[in-house]
């Protein structure tokens, strides 16, 4: 079992910025940050793998940058030109192959997220 917990949301005006982290219980492969918006399905933001491959949604290409810092089992997702549409519930994910992916059935471990709000 690896327990994930998430930090650093916050409210925000579009244009700005915020920066999420998620410490994990133990290491694993790939970690992921996924949104859920008020009635709506949760999406893959970003997600990494050894050796730090990473994937995007196309909505936060060149916004967005996921990192780790494997030697804390920590996750980062930096996050800037904030919009409104970015509001949502933000979950980390965690997941022990190596399969880099933005799929919710690919990540066995999941965070009780922190929320981000971006106001016009």
């Known amino acids: 079992q690896v327990q994930l917990v998430e930090s650093g949301g916050g409210s925000v005006q579009a244009g700005g910025s915020l920066s999420l982290s998620c410490t994990a219980s133990?290491?694993?492969?790939?970690m992921a940050w996924f949104r859920q918006a008020p009635g709506k399905e949760r999406e893959g933001v970003a997600a990494i793998t050894r050796p730090d491959m990473t994937s995007y949604t196309d909505s936060v290409k060149g916004r967005f940058t996921i990192s780790r810092y494997n030697a804390r089992n920590i996750l980062y997702l930096q996050m800037n030109s904030l919009q409104p549409d970015d509001t949502a519930m933000y979950y980390c994910?965690?997941?022990?192959?190596?399969?880099?992916?933005?799929?919710?059935?690919?990540?066995?471990?999941w965070g009780q997220g922190t929320q981000v709000t971006v106001s016009s």
């Open positions: 133990t290491y694993t492969y790939k």
């Open positions: 994910a965690a997941g022990f192959d190596s399969w880099l992916s933005l799929e919710r059935n690919a990540y066995n471990f």
